[in-house]
């Protein structure tokens, strides 16, 4: 079982910066690939970062490539979603998930029923 508690949401401005922070509680966090998912308002959730479990590897949605980053911390059990230039369009609830992966160095999942546990999830707001 592992918990997951994201943080650093908000209200900002277009071009803004925002970094989220997704905190893991539990087992073993370097066997878990972590992701970065969000949800707008009468929409589906939808993928954005992927990170391995050594933080070596990452794949992002095409939308947000060049603006966002993702990056872990094993000794920290945390996971970090950084944001630069953010756009109104970027509003949406973003939710931290996880998916037991200790078997395996694949790292690509980018559907949510691909992953095991899942965060609250936090609002990022971008205004015009």
């Known amino acids: 079982q592992v918990q997951l508690e994201e943080s650093g949401g908000g209200l900002v401005q277009a071009g803004d910066s925002l970094r989220l922070s997704c905190a893991a509680s539990g087992r073993t966090f370097s066997n878990y690939v972590m992701g970065w998912f969000r949800q707008a308002p009468g929409k589906e959730r939808e993928f954005v970062a992927v990170?391995?479990?050594?933080?070596?590897?990452?794949v992002l949605t095409d939308s947000v490539k060049g603006r966002f980053t993702i990056s872990r911390d094993n000794a920290k059990n945390t996971v970090n979603l950084h944001m630069n230039e953010l756009k109104p369009e970027d509003t949406a609830v973003y939710y931290c998930?996880?998916?037991?992966?200790?078997?395996?160095?694949?790292?690509?999942?980018?559907?949510?029923?691909?992953?095991?546990?899942w965060g609250q999830g936090t609002q990022v707001t971008v205004s015009p």
């Open positions: 990170i391995s479990r050594s933080g070596g590897n990452t």
């Open positions: 998930a996880a998916r037991n992966n200790y078997w395996t160095n694949t790292y690509s999942y980018t559907g949510p029923n691909q992953y095991d546990y």
